[in-house]
Every structure is written in C-alpha cells, then in structure tokens.
C-alpha cells in the first residue's frame, strides 16, 4: 500500500520550487506532484519504471484486464511497480458503457489498494472522445458504491458541474484527444471549469511536450495526466525529467500571476539620462 | 480417468477443462497465480479472498481472473 512519504529527491532546485507550491489532496489524499502518468505503451517495463520515477509522479494509473494464462508476456504491472512507492488509480479504459466501468471499477476495487477509480467512458472509436451521459450514470452508481472517482470527461463545463454534483473527487477535462499530442485546445474552457468546480480539476489526455504541460498548469488547474507524451517520446525518462519540470514551471507561473500582454513595445530600460 | 471426473469451465473466455473438486484456491494453484495479485469473478460476482477455500468450482462456472496492466 501506498505510504505518502515525502518525496527524498537530491534535486533541492526542485524541492525548492515545491515548497512555493505545497501539496494538494485529492478525495482526501494528500499529493506533493502535481503529475500523474500511465504506465501504457512503454517499450520495455524497465524504460517504464525508469520514466516514472524521473517524473516524481506520486499517482499512477493502471488498466485491468484479464491475466494472459499463456504467459506470452510480463504484463502485470506489480512485478514491476511497488505499491509502496506509488499511489496506484485503476482505470476503465476501454469501457464503452456504464455498466462495464462499474464492473471494470469494482473489479479495480477488489485488488485491495484503494477506493479510487479513474472513470473513463468511451462515446466514439475515432477520436475516444468520452460518452459524457454513461460517464455521469456510472460516476453517481461508483460514488453512492463509496468509490472516489476521479472521471474522464469533456472539456465541458455542465458536464463537470454535474460530474461534481454527482460525488466525484476530481473532474479530468480532456486537454485533446486521448494519445494525440494536439495541446490544449480550449485554455478558457479549462479555466472556466478550474474556476467553476470546487474539486480538484486534473486534466486528463492530449499534452504533447513539456510546454503543453506547462500552458496547461498555468490555466490554475490542479495537477495533469499524462500517458503518451511520456511512453512515445523517442527518450521516455528525459521527457519524464521534462514533464516534471514544466508543471512545477507552469504552476509557479499561475500562482506567481503573469504581467499584463501588450502589443506594443514597453522599454524595460530608462528613457531618461540617455546622453545628448 | 472417466468422464465425470472433469469439469469444463469458461476461464478468461475460453473453454477449459479441470479435474473436479477444485476450489477456487487451488485452481489459482493450479495456474500457478498468487491469489494477491489477481482478482476473481466467478459467474459475474467478485469473490472475497477470504472464501477461495470454500468456494468449489463446478461445471459451467464463467471464471474471470483479472489483474492489473499499463494503461493511461
């Protein structure tokens, strides 16, 4: 089981730079990162594990699936992940109605680690775009269940209101599709939903590079998911050590409040005392 | 060995055949799985670990042994 200690980096720019932020709890939990990643996709489980801990995520999530009785693979991830280290959120992924995230959920549930889900509904094949009335259906059946459900949803607004009014412990707006790497795509959306919710907001999906990890912390939202950016990088640890930068780098710049834009010119130096 | 002494069971999807007189326990056993790294549904009901002992597998029973993998 996850213990929460704090984390013991040798990196004291790094501490340094936390300790103007501090920690933030999401369904009770206390966080020191503000990234949580996947652990799909990855080469090798070494790159995997080695990508994790250069990122300093705290949470990871995990998909549950059916144990491979041929033993073809190395697939389950407790082999490879202590959840000592690591605050493990299953997921419902590649559920495309409520009822499967439910029982996808519960089954997550009776691993034994935690009451937390990250519920995920899929609408549409093509973009995994989330069906945001089966995803509201399950969130309310999970959370009246006790779970802390953490939900996948669109960058829309009411459906996070309702997704709140439900019993969810962090709302997950889609920066952009799931795996694409396109970026945030609608900053004033998120920031409406950030400023409208009063649970964590997590954006979940789309972050391509460190500067869309650090545009969309700097949107104030509480932390962001990523798993792509990370597992198909061509190297997954040094953009690990990038991704960890760039949300401490746009969370200090959204509590630091950035100058006002101009479109023209301000001289940073005096226009007085210059020389005749 | 004589035909009533096994069972066929549906195991992740697929049909298999047993010796009878397993439990849920020695089933896992029998696949070599420890029991803490997996998690039983049998006929779409989630076992608690606690009952895999007195739990028998029987004829037709739809076992799912899931666990968890890499996923974002």
């Known amino acids: ?276 | 060995m004589t035909p009533d002494t096994r069972i066929d069971i549906q195991l992740n999807g697929k049909r298999q055949s047993f010796g009878a007189g397993h439990t849920v326990t020695t089933l896992l056993e029998a696949l070599e799985l420890h029991p803490g790294m997996v998690v039983v549904e049998l006929n779409r009901e989630i076992l608690d670990r606690e009952n895999y002992d007195a739990i028998k597998v029987v004829q037709d029973d739809m076992i799912e042994l899931v666990h968890f993998v890499g996923g974002g």
């Open chain 1, 1 to 276: 089981m996850w213990v929460g200690v704090e984390m013991t980096s040798t990196d004291t720019s790094m501490d340094d730079a936390r300790a103007l932020d501090g920690p933030f709890y999401i369904g009770g939990t206390k966080f020191v990162s503000r990234l949580i990643v996947g652990t799909g996709k990855y080469e090798s489980n070494q790159i995997m594990v080695d990508a994790i801990r250069a990122s300093g995520a705290e949470m990871v999530t995990v998909a549950v699936r059916r144990v491979d009785l041929d033993r073809s693979k190395d697939e389950a991830i407790l082999h490879h992940l202590d959840p000592q280290d690591f605050f493990l959120l299953a997921n419902t992924a590649g559920c495309y109605t409520a009822d499967d995230a439910v029982r996808y959920a519960r089954l997550a549930r009776a691993a034994g680690f935690n009451e937390f889900v990250k519920l995920e509904v899929i609408g549409d094949e093509r973009t995994l775009l989330p069906d945001v009335h089966a995803t509201l259906e399950a969130a309310k059946t999970l959370a009246d269940e006790g779970f802390k459900v953490m939900a996948y949803t669109n960058d829309d607004l009411i459906t996070a209101l309702r997704l709140e009014d439900v019993g969810c412990v962090a709302v997950m707006p889609l920066a952009s599709p799931i795996g694409s790497g396109l970026g945030v795509v609608n900053p004033y959306f998120i920031r409406e939903i950030k400023a409208r919710l009063k649970v964590p907001v997590i954006v979940d999906a789309g972050v391509g590079t460190a500067s869309d990890a650090c545009v969309t912390m700097e949107q104030g939202v509480d932390g962001v998911l990523m798993n792509t950016a990370l597992a198909a990088a061509d190297d997954p640890v040094r953009m690990s050590h990038a991704m960890k930068h760039a949300v401490v780098a746009g969370r200090l710049a959204y509590l630091a409040g950035r100058m006002p834009s101009s479109e023209i010119a301000v001289p940073s130096s005096p226009i007085e005392g210059m020389l005749d």
